[in-house]
């Protein structure tokens, strides 16, 4: 089992920066890949960047250049540095932890936080 816990969601201006993180606990050793997804009102939740054990990352073409990815394995915690932020960024953002034991593969999510960027 894993848990995961987001942080650092917030009202910022369009143009600005917020740095969200995804602490994860339990059997975190399982882990083989981590991200987020979004979802706005009224859309589906969609894959927004996310990193693999081996440090590979993959970002939606909506938000290249614009947002990071990275984790720090010594904190068990997965972060999303997000910059040039646009209103169209506005959702609810979820952490989500794939892993596989004994070949069992496994889905966590975490319960989201909002981010809402103001034209």
């Known amino acids: 089992q894993v848990q995961l816990v987001e942080s650092g969601g917030g009202l910022v201006q369009a143009g600005g920066s917020l740095r969200l993180s995804c602490a994860a606990s339990?059997?975190?050793?399982?882990?083989?890949?981590i991200g987020w997804y979004r979802q706005a009102p009224g859309k589906q939740r969609e894959l927004v960047a996310d990193i693999t054990s081996g440090g590979r990352t993959n970002y939606a073409d909506s938000v290249k250049g614009r947002f990071t990815i990275s984790r720090d394995n010594a904190k068990n915690t997965v972060y999303l540095q997000m910059n040039s932020l646009k209103p169209e960024d506005t959702a609810v953002y979820y952490c989500?932890?794939?892993?596989?034991?004994?070949?069992?593969?496994?889905?966590?999510w975490g319960q989201g936080t909002q981010v809402t960027v103001s034209s």
């Open positions: 989500k932890a794939l892993t596989v034991v004994s070949s069992v593969l496994s889905v966590y």
């Open positions: 339990g059997s975190t050793f399982s882990i083989n890949a």
